[in-house]
């Protein structure tokens, strides 16, 4: 049986030529393949380049703000190119993106006074 070399303690051990083929033959024994999928894996977020431990092995970026920033460009960049409007996951947004005037952090009178006073220079 050929040799492969474990990918989790580099022992050389002998492997099934069918398991090598299919891309199994990665340990020499079960220890080691848990030992392996435990160990966190390093990489580089997509979005602020910053390398993380992988929780998951479909983890991108860092952190949920990256993922977030990174879906809102995504989708910024959708709507200069594309004719239809981005459709945005409303979950992820935080309140801060919301109207500051239909949350409360502007006064409605702050600014509309401001909008409503009269332009004497325009005649209204
Ligand atoms: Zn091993
Ligand atoms: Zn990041």
């Not at 999928?37 to 970026?61: D, N």
């Not at 459709?87 to 992820?92: E, S, V």
């Amino acid at each position: 049986m050929p040799m492969v070399k474990c990918q989790q303690c580099g022992k050389a051990f002998s492997a099934d030529a069918g398991r090598i083929r299919l891309g199994r033959a990665k340990y020499c024994s079960r220890s080691c393949s848990a030992a392996a999928r435990r160990t966190p894996k390093e990489a580089t977020c997509l979005w602020c380049r910053s390398t993380f431990t992988k929780g998951r092995g479909s983890q991108k970026y860092c952190s949920l703000d990256c993922a977030n920033e990174a879906l809102r460009a995504a989708s910024y960049k959708k709507a200069s190119s594309g004719k239809k409007k981005p459709n945005r996951p409303a979950t992820l947004y935080c309140a801060c993106f919301e109207d500051p005037w239909a949350n409360g952090s502007i006064k409605p009178d702050k600014y509309g006074n401001t909008f409503r006073t009269p332009d004497f220079g325009l005649g209204f």
